[in-house]
């Protein structure tokens, strides 16, 4: 990693504004915020559907589905269902897709910091 050219590195220490431009440190921005972003759009959008509905469609919130279950209770359960879902998805893809971009870029600021 080298530095840019705007600014110089501090004396025996490592650049990390060259670490942050760097392609590893991009590429990991960019995978995070590729799978971040998505989700976070797909689960605000069912939450606030979730509340319009309990707010402005009663009728079909309290619609019965078996016995005492209603579908208002099913969509709020579902809440709870996708938040799991979708914190052992990012948990998944911080293992296998992020965790090995950061620490090759963690092992890479070590080798230096050692070296300097």
């Known amino acids: 990693m080298t530095a840019s050219p705007t600014h110089s590195p501090p004396p025996g220490g490592v650049d990390y504004v060259a670490v942050e431009e760097s392609a590893p440190f991009r590429e990991l921005k960019r995978k995070h915020r590729s799978f971040v972003w998505p989700l976070t759009i797909v689960f605000l959008v069912w939450y606030f559907v979730y509340v319009l509905l309990s707010s402005f469609a009663t009728d079909f919130m309290a619609q019965r589905v078996w016995g005492d279950i209603t579908v208002g ?3 709020g359960l579902g809440q ?5 879902a979708i914190t052992m998805g990012y948990v998944w893809y911080a293992n296998h897709k ?3 971009i950061s620490s090759a870029i963690r092992n890479d600021l070590e080798r230096q910091e050692a070296g300097s």
């Open 80 to 84: 709870f269902v996708t938040t799991f």
């Open 98 to 100: 992020l965790d090995p």
């Open 73 to 75: 209770l099913l969509f």
